[in-house]
């Protein structure tokens, strides 16, 4: 594994059920995902977009293959080092339901941080959180933010632990078009100021183009 | 569309199984209830009626018994095929341990016949010099046949005979059951020869009118004539009033668990409703209207009673037979009962709990708007909360104003009515308003962990704090629970305080007190000579008490009590504190003052006393003394009140200095005596309400109980609601720990602030409590601290337990929950 590259996958393949239920979702991937760009997952719906995440990103263990995350191979990591790579190297932007309500916008900003017991690192956070134009909204509750403005908040909450790396599913799914491109231009600007590498699932050809490479999924292959 | 949902109910397993076990709960304790009073009233009043009795002549006083020449006058009436005389008396049984047996003794003597009286359990029926006795009684004394008893009778003297039978008693009417029968002839000698009641029995019925117009005729005024026929309905009576007064303090408990189920129930359902908006809103779409929702919720919720209450009524039953087998004292029988109206009272109570729990939801579940199914985050309207700020200021205004108005101590009925009431008006608002007292309370310990606290602090606290309803009404359980509890234990303490200072005040150190070691029992009037006579008794004074009729000239007051004394050994011995006036029996009588104040009486008011049937004296009262409750309302001179109506032996007081060394020797023999002093009478009171204290804590357990299942069901309940959020905490790197930490704490906050309210509630109650019925001041009152404390560990455990599975559940949530997108 090079020093760019931030995630590699390799073999890496996800069974879902048996018998007559059996899914192959992945089927052999090979991938990787340069340090510093932004990589668009496309295929169309049921391609294992998700699940080649999900597998990724230590939220789902593949059936078989091996994941690495800026050095560390996750297959066979206990439950606890998982969830720490997760808190510690990965950065997450979900479609919806990505802030807790109760929380306000800077502390769910901090929250990977409260969670780690560490500080927040000031300059670095002013920083992010001003390049996101949220200053005066870091008291507000998610409730009281638009659509565009929790997404904003989710971008910054990914950024803040400088992970190996931003997995965003389907960012702009439950966004109208104004909302989904100011989201995109987030993204890329995550990349462009922070030098953040954000890999982003998506089935809308307008938000891959936005981004520098693009991965395309068919029946859990790569297909380009 | 009702097999669609009785398909998606069955899906929801574990939430049907916590509303059904909320279901079983409380039907269950309410069958059981009914099962036990039924049953333990139907063994406390004996087998069959018995039917050789046709006309009872009974005494009133046990004075005007009837001797042997009366008795056979009767016996000689024409008509009277059979004559049984009943004597009662005194007679305390020796247990095997040499204490007394736990027997009132004084009316627990009989003489043995061949009546309906006796049911021999085992031996044989008793002649000279043998005994047999009840089997109940036996068994409690480690008595039984072939051994030795030693059996105390009026005149202290002893005898021991031989245990050669036990049996069970069928009284007639109300009588008390005597459980010590000696041999017929015998009895004359132990018990005295004068009976009771004469029984006779009659060939024909219509013998019987007759005969007892004959009986009426022959005997005179404090005696009284029944047909055997009223006193079965008498009997049967009291069984059914004795059940009736069992299960309803039992049926407190019963209530409490089915209000606590009905709050599992409803928010159950307010769940089950929710997660299934979208479903409803679908079949609204398609066609389904609002009356058809709320009848398929409705029908589920009957189906759901009937299936919980079904089992409660079986698990009811057969706890109740349980418990009464498993409590039953050692070789004796229970007549067990079970009455179909207490299993129907069961099944209406938890069929009719569920549906009106249900209707809330099933109402909400109407409403929801067929557009909803469209929408990803379907959600119910929520009710406005106006109407409940306002009632519940009102309550607890109007509530603080009352008790404020009536905080003297000189409280009349009216006084003692508008200060509870105002208690209870608060206590009332407090519920309602218990919404915005839990935002009051938990908003500035949010903003606390918000600057200093962690993480889990700071998610837990903002969860409690998200409905502030819901949480208000799972803490009721333990507020209520506990503040009931803390409220009696502070009139407990209370008690405990004016009982000694009072008894202090009263009883001067060196005295020495001979008392039945039975509390409720009688002296013998040897007693006193004895005392008297006693070497190093310098004064003693006899304190008996019998209840007057009092009237404050021509304004009738009721019925009293008052203590016919010596006024020179009185003096002499006690120390009463007269409050106001003087103390001087020979010129007056002497109130308390509580009960002065309760019928608006003062010194120089003249009393008219009935001191004695026919008997009226004027005393004016010439001094209110400082007592409790349950002392003597009057106290008087003796020469006022004839001998033989000076009431019931309750304590000789003797002063001297060798008085004790010399009466524990004179009564060593005695063990249905009890010498003691002043502390040990402190003792006895406090231990006798301490009594009544532990029915009351134990209702602190089943508080617990109740709440732990309240908050585990709201817990679960916001878990359920909050997957997607614990899966994107998951997601960002919360570990399983960190997750069930949150809920903890959660349910912790949640318990502490039921129950730290709860404790304030129950402190400011009892204090109310305390001054109502002990008239002490509202304040300062002594706080039960040992209470307080296993209150406080009490609630940080029901946290803790409630806690674990919602906490376990949420832990496992899929973090993938919160990444999907359906
Ligand atoms: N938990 C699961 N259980 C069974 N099958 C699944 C599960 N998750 C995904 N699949 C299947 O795997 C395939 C890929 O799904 P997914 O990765 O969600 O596709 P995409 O995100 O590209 O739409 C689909 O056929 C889907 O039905
Ligand atoms: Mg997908």
């Known amino acids: 594994m090079t020093a760019d590259t931030a995630v590699r996958a390799s073999g890496l393949t996800k069974v879902f059920g048996s018998g007559g239920a059996r899914v192959v979702a992945l089927d052999g991937v090979d991938v990787t995902f340069e340090r510093g760009r932004f990589a668009a997952v496309m295929g169309p719906s049921g391609s294992g977009k998700s699940t080649l995440m999900h597998c990724v990103a230590g939220l789902e263990r593949p059936t078989d293959g091996t994941v690495h995350i800026g050095g560390t191979e996750l297959t066979g990591l206990s439950e606890q080092k998982l969830t720490a790579v997760r808190r510690d190297r990965i950065g997450f932007v979900f479609q919806a339901f990505n802030l807790l309500p109760t929380l306000s916008a800077w502390e769910n900003i901090t929250l990977p941080l409260d969670l780690a017991g560490k500080k927040p690192d000031q300059t670095y956070s002013d920083a992010v959180v001003d390049a996101l134009g949220l200053r005066d909204r870091l008291h507000h509750r998610p409730a009281q933010l638009s659509g565009g403005q929790q997404q904003r908040v989710a971008c910054a909450r990914a950024l803040v632990t400088r992970p190996d790396v931003v997995f965003a599913d389907e960012p702009t799914g439950a966004l109208d078009s104004r909302s989904s491109a100011e989201v995109l231009t987030l993204l890329r600007r995550c990349v462009d100021e922070f030098g953040a590498t954000v890999v982003m699932v998506t089935h809308d050809p307008r938000a891959a183009e936005r981004a520098d490479r693009v991965v395309t999924l068919a029946d859990g292959r790569v297909v380009a | 569309m009702l097999r669609a949902m009785l398909r998606d109910l069955r899906a929801h397993k574990g939430r049907l199984a916590m509303m059904l076990a909320a279901i079983v709960l409380g039907v269950g304790f309410m069958v059981a209830t009914w099962v036990v009073s039924d049953s333990t009233a139907r063994t406390a009043g004996g087998g069959a009626a018995r039917t050789d009795v046709a006309i009872c002549a009974q005494a009133l006083e046990p004075e005007s018994g009837f001797t042997p020449a009366e008795r056979d006058r009767l016996a000689a009436l024409p008509g009277v095929t059979r004559t049984n005389g009943v004597r009662l008396g005194y007679a305390a049984l020796v247990a095997a341990d040499g204490k007394l047996a736990g027997v009132w003794p004084d009316r627990a003597g009989t003489g043995w016949d061949d009546s309906q009286r006796f049911v021999l359990a085992d031996g044989r029926a008793p002649r000279a010099g043998e005994l047999a006795l009840g089997?109940?009684?036996?068994?409690?004394?480690?008595?039984?046949?072939?051994?030795?008893?030693?059996?105390?009778?009026?005149?202290?003297?002893?005898?021991?005979?031989?245990?050669v039978g036990l049996f069970t008693y069928r009284p007639l009417g109300a009588e008390p059951i005597p459980s010590l029968a000696f041999a017929g002839d015998e009895s004359a000698v132990l018990l005295g020869d004068r009976f009771d009641r004469v029984e006779l029995a009659t060939a024909s019925a219509a013998d019987e009118t007759r005969l007892a117009l004959q009986v009426k005729s022959i005997v005179d005024g404090?005696?009284?004539?029944?047909?055997?026929?009223?006193l079965t309905a008498e009997r049967e009576r009291m069984v059914a009033d004795n059940a009736r007064s069992v299960r309803e303090v039992m049926l407190v408990f019963a209530a409490v668990a089915l209000v606590a189920g009905m709050f599992v129930i409803a928010n159950t359902f307010t769940m089950l409703v929710a997660q299934r908006t979208r479903q409803f809103a679908l079949l609204r779409a398609v066609g389904a209207s609002a009356r058809q929702v709320r009848v398929a919720v409705l029908t589920e919720a009957a189906v759901i009673g009937v299936l919980g209450s079904t089992v409660g009524a079986v698990l009811g039953v057969l706890l109740g037979i349980g418990a009464l087998a498993a409590f039953r004292p050692e070789g004796t029988t229970v007549a067990y009962t079970v009455s179909p109206f207490g299993i129907a009272a069961g099944y209406l109570a938890g069929v009719l709990v569920t549906v009106v729990s249900a209707y809330g939801s099933a109402r909400r579940g109407a409403a929801v708007a067929p557009v909803a199914a469209l929408r990803t985050?379907?959600?119910?309207?929520?009710?406005?909360l106006l109407s409940r700020a306002i009632v519940g200021g009102v309550l607890v205004v109007g509530g603080v104003a009352a008790v404020a108005a009536t905080s003297g101590v000189d409280l009349d009925n009216t006084g003692r009515f508008v200060s509870m009431g105002g208690a209870i008006a608060v206590w009332l608002g407090l519920v309602v308003l218990a919404p915005f007292l839990a935002m009051a309370a938990l908003r500035p310990l949010a903003t606390l962990v918000g600057w200093r606290g962690g993480p889990t602090a700071k998610l837990a606290v903002r969860n409690a704090l998200r409905d502030p309803r819901r949480t208000a009404a799972t803490a009721s359980?333990?507020?209520?629970?506990?503040?009931?509890?803390?409220?009696?234990a502070v009139v407990g303490e209370s008690f405990a305080n004016v009982a000694g200072a009072t008894t202090r005040d009263q009883v001067p150190a060196g005295t020495t007190v001979v008392q039945p070691a039975l509390d409720g029992s009688r002296l013998g009037p040897e007693v006193v000579t004895k005392v008297r006579a006693t070497p190093g008794v310098a004064a003693a004074v006899a304190l008996t008490r019998a209840p007057v009729e009092w009237a404050a000239g021509d304004r009738?007051?009721?019925?009293?009590?008052?203590?016919?004394?010596?006024?020179?050994?009185?003096?002499?011995?006690?120390?009463?504190?007269?409050?106001?006036?003087?103390?001087?029996?020979?010129?007056?009588?002497?109130?308390l003052r509580g009960n002065a104040d309760l019928n608006r009486l003062d010194v120089g008011d003249t009393l008219t006393l009935t001191v004695a049937p026919g008997v009226t004296r004027r005393v004016p009262i010439v001094g209110l003394y400082r007592g409790w409750e349950g002392q003597p309302g009057i106290f008087l001179d003796e020469a006022l009140v004839p001998a033989e109506h000076r009431g019931v032996l309750e304590a000789v007081y003797a002063a001297g200095s060798g008085a004790r060394a010399g009466l524990d020797a004179a009564f060593a023999d005695r063990p249905d005596i009890l010498v003691t002093d002043?502390?040990?009478?402190?003792?006895?009171?406090?231990?006798?309400?301490?009594?009544v204290l532990a029915v009351i804590y134990a209702m602190f357990g089943a508080a617990l109980v109740i709440a732990v299942f309240g908050v585990v069901n709201t817990l679960a309940l916001s878990v359920l609601e909050r997957t997607r959020e614990i899966g994107v905490l998951r997601a960002l790197g919360a570990g399983r720990t960190f997750v069930r930490r949150v809920v903890r704490r959660e349910s912790i906050v949640i318990t502490c602030y039921g129950g730290a309210l709860g404790l304030l509630v129950g402190i400011g109650v009892g204090a109310v409590m305390q001054h109502v019925m002990l008239l002490q001041p509202l304040w300062p009152v002594g706080v039960p601290v040992p209470m307080v404390a296993i209150g406080v560990v009490g609630m940080v455990l029901v946290g803790v337990l409630a806690a674990v599975w919602p906490a376990r559940r949420a832990s496992r949530a899929d973090i993938l929950a919160a990444v999907a997108t359906e």
């Open chain 2, 135 to 163: 089997e109940q009684v036996a068994a409690a004394a480690g008595l039984t046949v072939g051994d030795t008893a030693r059996v105390i009778l009026a005149d202290g003297s002893s005898v021991r005979p031989v245990v």
């Open chain 2, 222 to 230: 404090e005696r009284e004539v029944r047909t055997g026929a009223e």
């Open chain 2, 377 to 384: 985050d379907a959600a119910l309207p929520r009710r406005a």
């Open chain 2, 477 to 488: 359980a333990l507020t209520v629970g506990l503040g009931l509890v803390c409220g009696f």
């Open chain 2, 556 to 591: 009738p007051l009721g019925t009293t009590s008052m203590s016919p004394v010596d006024p020179a050994a009185f003096e002499r011995v006690l120390t009463m504190p007269v409050v106001e006036g003087s103390g001087d029996l020979r010129r007056g009588a002497v109130v």
């Open chain 2, 678 to 691: 002043r502390d040990g009478l402190v003792e006895r009171l406090v231990k006798g309400f301490e009594l």
